[in-house]
């Protein structure tokens, strides 16, 4: 593991959001879900695709807060321009469970 300071953790925007829509796309290469994820006046509602189908289904999604990387460049998944990557953590299987904040804030507020 290579070590980092403390600007260059500065210099990566992850915010919470709150998943406002979410759907199947089943024209991605490995099962996942668009998600419309609204994170608060400043920024908006931002797109993402996500690999998450094992654990989630795209109507248990909406209305959950999640954590996401909001400064990274967009990028073209199949049909899709992501504009932020949601954040989770593998299980004992390797498959991703979402990292949200485990009470109430204020949509838009940034990780410290």
């Known amino acids: 593991m290579s070590e980092i300071d403390m600007e260059d953790f500065q210099k990566v ?3 919470v959001g709150r998943v406002t829509r979410a759907e ?3 024209e991605a290469r490995k099962p996942a879900i668009k998600l419309w994820v609204d994170f ?3 920024l908006g509602e931002k797109r993402s695709s996500a690999q998450i189908t094992r654990h989630y289904r795209p109507d248990d999604l909406v ?3 999640v954590m996401a990387v909001v ?3 967009p990028r ?3 049909k899709v321009l992501s504009e932020v990557l949601v954040l989770g953590v593998p299980d004992e299987d390797g498959e991703v469970v979402l990292v949200r ?3 109430d804030v204020p949509l ?3 990780l410290y």
């Open 13 to 15: 925007d992850v915010r």
């Open 108 to 110: 838009g507020g940034r």
């Open 101 to 103: 904040p485990d009470q």
């Open 76 to 78: 073209q998944i199949g």
């Open 40 to 42: 608060g006046a400043e």
């Open 24 to 26: 199947p796309f089943p």
């Open 63 to 65: 209305g959950r807060e």
């Open 71 to 73: 400064n990274f460049p």
